[in-house]
């Protein structure tokens, strides 16, 4: 496999959750391609307080094929973020096929339906911030022993949000939980830096996956009109960006992983790197 970074991250295996599409997909690629081995896994069942549809075993498959035909070496397994035994699990098959740990993403998300905070279901709010705040938890929990003892260092990523430094009406929980997570990475960039683990987080704006592309973000980014034309939309999403972007793509999301992961970036911790298109600057 051939990148920029090739060969940077020869010997190292990152583990990744929401692996089986969009920007969990685009990671695994990236960083196989600068020579990483990859531990995967994905919920691949639909939570029901997601408003699209979310991903399957056929995706995650698809996720297995691509990175193998590519090259790399890639572990997928089934899991849940939202049940520890389960992460622990994907972590260990991963161990078993690879010996070691050196890079977490901790990057399974989801979101609930759009309403106003005080007009959401305990359900909807509760398993968002379980998925998107306590499962990046679990999934640093459940590698950080493993690193710790290694006693190479390594480097974590989570994947934020726009929603992590603003607020942003009708997606009250999913704001809550993208928050928590910036309070999570500066703590832990404090207890880890000892044991030379650094700490990340990327925040995507606008991106080009399933959870931007289907009909509820559509509405929500055009009040008033239950089925937006793609130009209107277009121009909706657009006019967030000072650059005039209306989305960008995982792959641009990868990039600024993949550089935060790498030896360029061995005293970054701590951090928030948008990948938006300026469109959170203040």
Known sequence: MAADGAGSLEGKVA????????????????????????????????????????????DLAETQRLVREAGGEIVTVVGDVRDQEQVDAALAAGLEA??????????????????????????????VVDVNLIGVWRTVKAAVPTMIEQGDGGAIV??????????????????????????????????LGRHQIRINAVLPGNTWTPMFDNDGIRRLYVPGSQEPS????????????????????????SEAVAWLVSPAARYVSGTAVPVDAASSTP
């Open 15 to 58: 583990f990744i959750s929401g692996v089986a599409r969009g920007q969990g997909r685009s990671h695994a690629l990236r960083l196989a391609a600068d020579g990483a081995r990859i531990i995967g896994f994905d919920l691949c069942t639909q939570i029901d307080v997601a408003p699209f549809d979310m991903s399957t075993t056929d």
């Open 98 to 127: 690879f010996g070691r740990v050196d890079i977490v993403l901790a990057n399974a998300g989801i979101g609930h339906s759009y309403r106003p905070a005080w007009e959401l279901s305990d359900e909807e709010f509760r398993e």
């Open 158 to 191: 989570v994947t934020g949000s726009g929603a992590s430094t603003r607020g942003i009406p009708n997606i009250g929980g999913y704001v809550a939980a993208k928050h928590g997570l910036i309070g999570l990475v500066h703590t832990l960039a404090k207890e």
């Open 230 to 253: 793609e130009e209107v939309f277009t121009a909706r999403a657009a006019a967030m960006s000072p650059m005039r972007v209306p989305w960008v793509e995982a792959s641009d999301i």
